[in-house]
């Protein structure tokens, strides 16, 4: 044991700097793949302008989002009003422009919360194992029990509608899958050749497990991200779409997908444009995310 341990503290520099080697190029070949798969960069391209939308939102909507004209109410599509007006009177295409900050501000909000709280639970009882690790995947398998829905509800009930609680709310239930990939593949890498030599060149255990370990499971936190914002989107319309999420008169697409329920017979373009627009971001992150899995895990293909 000795002998092994003397040995890894030699060959420990040169093991390190292997490993580093090996995830820029695991990097270099995922991103080539990724620009291969065509429907990941149709994707990437549509949530990209998403982005800009949300970004520059008061110089490209046409009208206020809350601005009101009561003789318009429910009017079909136009030339000066786009996809036409909602119950109330209010520009449809405006309200969607805005509300396209809500959904991707909850969408990866939620996200970073759950991947720092699952990316940490994980990494923690892969890494130290034993009690430790008994403990936490009890805690996670505890959590994923439950349904995340009834979680939700339960959360922003207590909690009150607001745009911060959404994001919490969300960030706080979805993060037990992280958890579980994340110990998973710490389980795999906490005897390999490069962490046995940091521990042996006498690193901390934050610094082995942030600084060589987590670098070699981005790939499937990555991929995991990319598809949990589509589900987050859909969790966060659920919730306004129950009363529970972002409040009127403030615009949210699931609010104005509740909002167009009650007149689906006689105006059906209020609903008709934010379930169009729901469904085609959340296929947008999930071809990322099929893309992104292709690339980064090939073992994956079908």
Do not use: C, K
């Amino acid at each position: 044991m000795a002998t092994r341990q003397q040995a890894l503290s030699t060959t420990a520099p040169l093991a390190l700097n292997a490993a580093g080697r090996d995830q820029t190029t695991r990097r270099s070949r995922g991103w080539r793949r990724f620009r291969r798969y065509r429907p990941g960069l149709v994707g990437l391209a549509f949530i990209g302008l998403l982005l800009l939308v949300a970004i520059f939102a008061p110089l490209i909507a046409p009208y206020s989002p809350t601005e009101v004209a009561t003789r318009l109410r429910g009017d079909p599509p136009s030339a000066a009003y786009v996809l036409g007006n909602d119950a109330v009177g209010r520009d449809i295409l405006s309200r969607l422009i805005y509300g396209t900050r809500v959904a991707l501000m909850v969408g990866l909000g939620a996200t970073a919360i759950a991947v720092t709280i699952g990316v940490t639970v994980g990494a923690t009882a892969g890494y130290f194992g034993g009690w430790v690790d008994a403990a936490l995947s009890r805690l996670v398998d505890t959590l994923m029990a439950f349904p995340t829905l009834a979680l939700l509800i339960t959360l922003a009930a207590v909690l009150g509608p607001s745009l911060i609680t959404v994001i919490v709310a969300i960030g706080t239930t979805v993060w037990a899958s992280y958890a579980r990939v994340v110990r998973a593949d710490m389980l795999s890498l906490r005897e390999r050749d490069y962490v046995l030599a940091a521990r042996a060149a006498g690193a901390r255990d934050g610094r082995i497990i942030f600084g060589h370990m987590l670098p070699n499971v981005l790939g499937p936190i990555v991929v995991l991200g990319s598809l949990s914002v589509g589900s987050i989107i859909i969790l966060e319309s659920a919730l306004s779409f129950l009363g529970l999420g972002i409040q009127p008169p403030n615009p949210s697409w699931g609010g104005m997908l509740s909002d167009g329920r009650a007149y689906i017979r006689q105006f059906p373009h209020i609903a008709v444009a934010p379930g169009v627009l729901i469904t085609v971001t959340v296929l947008a992150f999930n071809l990322i995310g099929d893309g992104l899995r292709d690339a980064l895990d090939p073992r994956q293909r079908e």
